[in-house]
Nanobody, 120 residues
Framework: VQLQASGGGLVQPGGSLRLSCVASGSIFRINDMGWYRQAPGKQRELVASITRDGNTGYAGSVKGRFSISRDNAKNMVYLQMNSLKPEDTGVYYC???????????????WGQGTLVTVSS
């Protein structure tokens, strides 16, 4: 099982980016998925999460600006980021609680990270 994130880049303050993450491999079930970020010199933090049924949660710093969504049929999760600020800069990681076909229990899997830089 692998998670592959994409969509990062350089954007000016006030701009938008859309991150995508696809889970591939021998997957039996995906439950919660989420996006985390790690700014330089800081710990990784949860940005947004979404349950299999589509219930969402957001960090206070991004509420109203970011939107998480998912496509269960495609094993994908997205993060639409609007009104970006320099403090949103960091490496963004996707995460999923996944039960592989050959295992009995869910466990967390991580994508490789995609860099988002917000700067003028």
């Amino acid at each position: 099982v692998q998670l592959q994130a994409s969509g990062g880049g350089l954007v000016q303050p006030g701009g938008s980016l859309r991150l995508s993450c696809v889970a591939s491999g021998s997957i039996f079930r995906i439950n919660d998925m989420g996006w985390y970020r790690q700014a330089p010199g800081k710990q990784r933090e949860l940005v947004a999460s979404i349950t299999r049924d589509g219930n969402t949660g957001y960090a206070g710093s991004v509420k109203g600006r970011f939107s998480i969504s998912r496509d269960n049929a495609k094993n994908m999760v997205y993060l639409q980021m609007n009104s970006l600020k320099p403090e949103d800069t960091g490496v963004y990681y996707c995460n999923g609680n996944i039960r592989p076909q050959y295992e009995l229990h869910l466990r967390p899997f991580w994508g490789q990270g995609t860099l988002v830089t917000v700067s003028s």
